[in-house]
């Protein structure tokens, strides 16, 4: 504390501000990589804080969402998954991201129907987009799973 202290008044004296000792702050981006970090690892308490701090941060962003939705499928909490994808596609209608990882998860609970419309519709989204790599592995998805 008092190194502290003498850093303040001596970075007043010669101008530089008590700003410059600082912690950068964490960003919502820093925090989404976190909460994928910690769902590698099988932590879901420390999966969860991250991105509720993400959303804090961003509350309106849906890659937040796209993302705690992937780290959630992750953990294997498939219906929590396709809430975060189905919030971000709300957010942003024409992320084909969102539909494929909704899609996923829909497959895992056994919604069949619901998994292939999700994976059409990226498909759809891809090609429109010009994504065609990512488009022909969705393709391949849906050839798969019939």
Known sequence: MRLYLLLLVLSLLVGIGPGAFAQPAITAGEFIQRGIDRASRNDIRGMNENFEQALRLEPKAYQVYVQRG?????????????????????????SAEAYTNRGTSRYRLGDRKGARADWQKALEIFRQKGADEQA???????????
Request: net charge positive.
């Open 136 to 146: 022909e592995q969705v393709a391949a998805v849906l050839r798969q799973y019939k």
């Open 70 to 94: 992937y780290a959630r499928s992750m953990v294997k909490d498939y219906k929590g998954a396709v809430e975060d994808q189905t919030t971000a596609l709300r957010l942003k209608p024409d």
